[in-house]
């Protein structure tokens, strides 16, 4: 069963870090493109960060870039997202997803496929 499985959030103080993970359950890490994206109520979904699998490449959202990075492990078939020096506007929901090849360098959401339930980071004093 195809299934991706986020966790690691909390509530953390401003200029905190977190570390997320992502579970990737039912296929292999190998050639995908992967990513991080937040959302916050119903609005679209943010992007965070994008990697590509194949060689590492990688792209950020603006808003964050400097203060986060994102990897993987391909023998644990996990991903990770680290986040440092958080912001209140920071806080939402993160979500993991996969898509083909070639979308990390886009990082659009709306071309990634394959979805986890989503981690709440809650950035507050």
């Known amino acids: 069963q195809v299934q991706l499985v986020e966790s690691g959030g909390g509530l953390v103080q401003p200029g905190g870090s977190l570390r997320l993970s992502c579970e990737v359950h039912?296929?292999?890490?190998?050639?995908?493109?992967v990513g991080w994206f937040r959302q916050v109520s119903a609005q679209e979904r943010e992007t965070i960060a994008c990697r590509s699998m194949n060689d590492g490449q990688t792209t950020y959202g603006n808003r964050v870039k400097g203060r986060t990075a994102i990897s993987a492990d391909k023998d644990k078939n996990e991903i990770y997202l680290d986040m440092n020096n958080l912001r209140f506007d920071d806080t939402g929901t993160y979500f993991c997803a996969t898509a083909g090849w070639g979308e990390w360098y886009d990082c659009n959401a709306k071309r990634f496929g394959t979805w986890g339930q989503g981690t709440q980071v809650t950035v507050s004093s």
């Open positions: 039912g296929f292999r890490l190998q050639y995908q493109s």
